[in-house]
């Protein structure tokens, strides 16, 4: 069993003068794991994350997917506190709803990405533990990756991950996308050149190395691939240790 | 019905038991153009007859789509229609954050009846001038449902509503008998000929009327069955295959010649509805022959 629950009340004796008091608290927030990854394309957008389900040391499920669909177009991956997650979700499911009967067409990506930063700043003072990522295609067909802090901080950028296994698997996608430098100037587009299987290729393996280092990812990896022809889901077995 | 003096504010009961301004309120429904819906045990299809204000403009929207499985057509004051539905949109949606599944329609009628009650016993208030007929499916299946001002709801198999919706609703007590067990085509020819008797003067176009339609297409057996069709509107160009195939099949019931070649259509008629039976509302009984090569069969999925 886990040693420390942290989503438990606890309760501590705390001496002041003599006099012992018991004070309780609660933590709001659990880490359930797990790692996720984006890379956008030319004309393509790759969204993976890894199924397991954790809580301290323990496995809640293997078989748990973070990433939905939120529009034609657009895709949310997320790490973090699960039932943010799921809420966060339905919301913004909920929200796009709205946008669809109010201006009867889909919501596009960058409008998505808008509305998520929006959403998780209305929670600025009692936020949702989530770390996101939003992918799809752009305006334009180009592949696009918004990249969130958890009080809705974002930039579009060419490719990112969240979750625990991020300071693992950052490095080698900087190794190994070939995209231009996030430092040149004038700025250029960090979007990868690479083709779409060999995105797919990469991302299936660095979530196998997270999963060889990083104890809260494993298990299996679930590939989203959106493109001009549409959207489709993928899933690779990952080791169960 | 003429002007007394009990019938300045719906506060107000007549010596006769009555509130004049509901009844009033549903004048106005009346004076609406005409709304039509009808259901199988798989389908159900609303068609209506849209106005145009004058020759410049644009027809007023009639039909509103509340929800995936859930659909609206309005009589009355387009203006309340639109509040109502914006509202029963939010219900919707509300429910289904909540409770992860759709909402029952019999459940969202009810809110819609009580809503409308609520402003029949304000003084400060005035009832909705808008009544609705409410096509929806859920898990008891497909059901259309009729609100009106006075906060009153029915279910029905087949109701008509607004102006010279007698004449449809005419149509309609004929042929319902024939109802449950029709194909979403057949069902869909009802609503446009049922529709059309509503029609003073000019012709039924696709300008001039939008049908919407909601079901479950059969399939496996019963409930476990065949795709859900989602609401979908068909105006326009979409609604335009329908009515030729009105005019096509009213044509070989005059003409012996024609009688034969239809016969000779008819064997062709099954291969085509499996084709065509790919999640999308199509399949039916066949057309004249020629005009169905266009997309006759497919329903678009957005309004």
Not at chain 1, 116 to 139: A, E, H, I, M
Not at chain 2, 20 to 42: C, F, N, P, W
Not at chain 2, 103 to 131: E, F, H, I, N
Request: net charge negative; proline share 4%.
């Amino acid at each position: 069993m886990a040693c420390t629950l942290s989503m438990e009340a606890q309760a501590e004796g705390v001496e002041t003068r003599g006099v012992v008091k018991n004070r309780s608290s609660f933590n709001p927030y659990d880490n359930n794991g797990g790692t996720c990854v984006a890379i956008a394309g030319e004309d393509y957008c790759v969204i993976a994350a890894d199924t397991r389900l954790s809580t301290g040391f323990s496995i809640l499920t293997r078989d748990a997917s973070k990433i939905v669909q939120l529009s034609e177009k657009s895709v949310l991956g997320t790490s973090g506190f699960q039932a943010d997650m799921k809420t966060l979700q339905k919301m913004l499911n909920a929200k796009n709803q709205v946008y669809r009967h109010q201006h009867n067409k889909e919501m596009s990506c960058p409008a998505m990405a808008q509305l998520l930063s929006n959403t998780l700043y209305y929670k600025r003072f009692f936020p949702y533990y989530t770390f996101n990522l939003l992918g799809g295609l752009d305006n334009e067909g180009k592949g696009c990756v918004y990249t969130y802090d958890a009080v809705g901080s974002y930039e579009r950028v060419g490719y990112s991950v969240q979750g625990t296994g991020q300071q693992l698997v950052v490095p080698v996608l900087d190794n190994q996308l070939k995209s231009a430098s996030p430092l040149l100037y004038p700025p250029q587009s960090t979007a990868t050149p690479l083709t779409e299987s060999e995105a797919v290729d990469i991302v299936k393996d660095t979530m196998a190395s997270a999963g060889e280092r990083d104890i809260y990812t494993g298990d299996a990896v679930e590939v989203v691939i959106i493109n001009r022809q549409g959207i489709r889901r993928e899933t690779f077995p990952l080791k169960k240790d | 019905m003429f002007r007394n003096q009990y019938d300045t504010d719906v506060t107000t009961w007549s010596p006769a038991g009555r509130l004049h301004q509901i009844e009033y309120a549903m004048e106005a429904v009346k004076q609406g153009s005409a709304s039509v819906g009808l259901r199988s045990d798989t389908h159900v299809v609303l068609a209506t007859l849209k106005r145009a204000a004058s020759e410049l403009s644009s027809y007023q929207r009639k039909i509103f789509k509340i929800d995936d499985h859930l659909g609206i057509a309005i009589s009355g004051l387009n203006a309340d229609g639109r509040v109502l539905s914006r509202y029963m949109r939010s219900e919707c949606i509300n429910h289904s954050f909540v409770y992860e599944s759709p909402m029952p329609v019999g459940r969202l009628v009810c809110q819609v009846a009580d809503k409308s009650q609520v402003c029949t016993q304000r003084s400060w208030k005035r009832p909705y001038g808008v009544g609705l007929l409410v096509a929806g499916y859920d898990s008891t299946g497909p059901h259309l449902y009729q609100t009106c001002p006075s906060g009153n709801y029915f279910e029905y198999r087949a109701m008509a509503i607004g102006s010279r919706s007698q004449a449809a609703k005419t149509y309609l007590e004929r042929k319902f008998d024939s109802f449950q067990s029709c194909t979403l085509k057949e069902l869909i020819r009802h609503a446009l000929l049922a529709v059309k008797e509503s029609i003073q003067d000019g012709e039924l176009t696709s300008k001039n009327c939008s049908v919407a339609v909601v079901g479950r297409a059969p399939g496996g057996g019963g409930k476990g069955g065949g795709e859900i069709d989602k609401f979908t509107i068909l105006e326009d160009a979409d609604i335009q295959p329908y009515i030729d195939m009105l005019d096509a099949e009213e044509l070989p019931t005059a003409v012996q010649d024609e009688d034969d070649e239809e016969k000779k259509d008819a064997p062709a008629e099954p291969e085509q509805q499996h084709q065509t039976q790919d999640g999308e509302a199509a399949g039916g009984s066949g057309d004249g022959g020629q005009e169905e090569e266009g997309g006759g069969e497919a329903i678009p999925m957005e309004t």
